[in-house]
Nanobody, 114 residues
Framework: QVQVAESGGGLVQPGGSLRLTCAVS????????MAWFRQAPGKQREFVAL??????????DTVKGRFTISRNNGEGSKYEAYLQMDNLKVEDTAVYLC?????WGQGTQVTVSS
C-alpha cells in the first residue's frame, strides 16, 4: 500500500516562495507518475503539475512560469516529488495535495497574504 505525505506549506507574503515536498512510501512499483493538485475553499480541485517517471511534465495554466515540479531518483525506495512555487499570489492560497498513482495525501495548507 502506498502512503503519501505532503509538507512545506505555510504563510507567505505575495511575491514570496515556498517549496512543497511529497514523500511516498510503501509499494513504489505501483507509482507511475506524481502530481500536485490544489483546492481552495468553495472551489473545485485544480490541477497544478504532473511529472511522469519518464520525465514528461505538465504545468497548469494558472501557475505556468511560476511553479516547477521535480522528483528525486527513488534512492532506497524513497520517492519524493517537489513543487517549487515562486512569485506567489493571493489566489494561490489553497490546500495542496499530492497524487501518486491512485494514492493521495492529506494535503498541506498554503496561505498567501500580506
Amino acid at each position: 500500500q502506498v502512503q503519501v505525505a505532503e509538507s512545506g506549506g505555510g504563510l507567505v507574503q505575495p511575491g514570496g516562495s515556498l517549496r512543497l515536498t511529497c514523500a511516498v512510501s510503501g509499494s513504489p512499483v505501483s507509482i507511475y507518475s506524481m502530481a500536485w493538485f490544489r483546492q481552495a475553499p468553495g472551489k473545485q480541485r485544480e490541477f497544478v503539475a504532473l511529472l511522469t517517471t519518464d520525465g514528461r511534465e505538465a504545468i497548469g495554466d494558472t501557475v505556468k512560469g511560476r511553479f516547477t515540479i521535480s522528483r528525486n531518483n527513488g534512492e532506497g525506495s524513497k520517492y519524493e516529488a517537489y513543487l517549487q512555487m515562486d512569485n506567489l499570489k493571493v489566489e494561490d492560497t489553497a490546500v495542496y495535495l499530492c497524487n501518486a498513482g491512485i494514492s493521495w495525501g492529506q494535503g498541506t495548507q498554503v496561505t498567501v497574504s500580506s
